[in-house]
């Protein structure tokens, strides 16, 4: 790519220069009613100013509606992805759309080009990104010189230009950190998630805060780096668990991460809760089928997808032009039975000893 085309402003650009989402430009650029005419006209002199010329491939998407939104992806986590996939369904089939899911590699060289072919050959009235193609810039830049309304899940920041939705990661694994320590335990050990999904970074960040607050440092030997799977939360179980100073406690950032530590524990022939509590995050459906069932969060993910559809179905000027681009939705802390007290936890190995 020529240094010039990367240079050449973006609808982006536009967005964040006049203070307005890529949605009102899109609007303005299309001639759509409904846009205050100081937002039209603001939005107009930005786009003089930046010298901004939408592409032809854009200029062809702004006739009928499609009534097609779709959903791009890629995620190991089944259960984050199968919640995100049903609450868009759902709330695309209640206002009269299709929704048209689609899994692409974050890594992928030739990702621009996939996204290009499949915005040409769908003609999307919008588009949904899921970690970790909410922040790929090569993705994004497709999509906003095309003049596709996009809608953000739990990017790693809140660019005012783009229309997100999330719930807060670091208050809720702040959350959970903290209901261990309440329930006395300091040797607490955490397994991170993917390095390439900024919820990871976020969780983590939770987990060192509530730490931190309540006097306790984070032993670094109790860190384990996993990637969101099962597998990984098997490996990160035997390393933390053979240490000579185990953890009484284990916080994974994802239930399959969790529930890979549960397995792992129960093989090892450890008991959960007595000899060791386990919390995970997301609530999956699995959470609550094992056995303990898993303390954990419960992450609004069918709601954020509920609301993404919302966001770019929502008629022009519907909302008003003063509505944040970012939603932030409510998560819940559910303790359950793989997590004790660690005095209760004391008292029953006295008992059965005795």
């Known amino acids: 790519m020529s240094s010039r085309a990367s240079s050449a402003p973006t609808i982006i650009d536009v967005a964040r220069e006049a203070g307005v989402s890529i949605k009102t430009v899109s609007r303005v650029l299309n001639r759509e009613a409904g846009v205050h005419e100081q937002t039209r006209e603001q939005v107009l002199a930005v786009v003089a100013q930046l010298k ?54 974050d890594d992928a060289p030739d990702i621009e080009a996939q996204v290009d072919r499949m915005v040409a050959a769908l003609r999307p009235d919008g588009m949904i990104l899921t970690p970790p ?90 860190v384990y780096q996993g990637d969101f799977t099962f597998p990984s939360g098997v490996a990160g179980a035997h390393h933390l668990l053979a240490q000579r100073h185990r953890p009484t406690a284990v916080f994974a950032s994802n239930d399959d991460m969790a529930l890979g530590v549960l397995s792992a524990a129960q093989r090892l022939g450890l008991q959960v809760p007595a000899e060791l509590s386990i919390a995970g995050f997301d609530d999956s459906p699995a959470a609550t089928l094992v056995w303990p069932p898993l ?40 303790p359950r039975d793989s997590t004790l007290a660690l005095a209760s936890r ?9």
């Open 52 to 105: 901004y010329r939408p592409k032809l491939s854009a200029r062809s998407l702004a006739g009928a509606r499609s009534y097609l939104i779709g959903l791009l992806y890629y995620d190991p986590s089944a259960s984050f992805v199968g919640g995100v996939q049903k609450g868009a369904a759902v709330r695309c089939r209640e206002a009269g759309y299709h929704l048209v899911v689609e899994s692409i590699e």
């Open 346 to 354: 004391k008292g029953r190995t006295a008992a059965r000893k005795a």
């Open 295 to 334: 303390t954990t969060v419960r992450q609004p993910i069918e709601d954020m997808a509920r609301m993404a559809v919302d966001m770019l179905v929502t008629p022009a000027g519907a909302d008003g032009e003063s509505s944040s681009s970012e939603r932030v939705l409510p998560h819940q802390v559910v």
């Open 133 to 222: 193609l909410c922040d790929n810039p090569q993705v994004l830049k497709v999509l906003a010189e095309s003049g596709t309304p996009t809608v953000l899940i739990s990017p790693g920041e809140h660019d005012p230009a783009l229309l997100t939705v999330r719930m807060d990661d670091v208050r809720a694994a702040e959350e959970v950190t903290e209901l261990l320590i309440e329930l006395g335990h300091e040797r607490i050990a955490f397994i991170r998630g993917a390095t390439d999904q900024a919820a990871s970074k976020l969780r983590f960040q939770g987990f060192k805060r509530a730490m931190k607050a309540h006097g306790l440092a984070v032993d670094e030997s109790l």
